[in-house]
């Protein structure tokens, strides 16, 4: 079970609120494996495989919502987003980018042989 699919009861749900959860996909379009951006937000354009899985996620996740609220229910949805200076959640010019933290933490899982190459190509945070 995850919300991409529904969750709770058909019309439980008063009001439902969730954070950061909207950008995993529930399938991976594979289009950024071997890409050094590992994440589509750092790319200058989000690839089209991505943005098309983007899309039909959102469809099935509001619908989900939808039967399960309760009528007149409601649902707040904060979600990351890029700004016009391409700063997001853990890329900014202040202090340590989270991506380039997870880029290092990843490549040291194959320097130690803890995955393969495929996997680490692979990735996409």
């Not at 609120?17 to 379009?29: K, N």
């Not at 089209?48 to 009528?71: C, F, G, H, N, Y």
Request: contains cysteine.
């Amino acid at each position: 079970v995850g919300f991409h699919n529904q969750c709770y009861a058909s019309s439980s749900i008063d009001f439902g609120v969730s954070f950061t959860a909207m950008h995993w996909l529930s399938a991976f379009p594979s289009s950024l494996k071997g890409d050094p951006s590992m994440h589509a937000a750092r790319c200058s354009e989000a690839p089209l495989p991505e943005k098309e899985q983007a899309a039909k996620d959102w469809t099935s996740i509001l619908q989900a919502r939808s039967k399960e609220l309760v009528p007149g229910g409601r649902f707040v949805c904060v979600n990351f987003c890029k700004n016009a200076d391409g700063y997001f959640l853990g890329q900014t010019d202040v202090g340590a980018s989270m991506w380039d933290s997870f880029q290092a933490a990843w490549d040291t899982l194959k320097e130690q042989n803890l995955i393969d190459e495929e996997e680490r190509l692979g990735v996409s945070f």
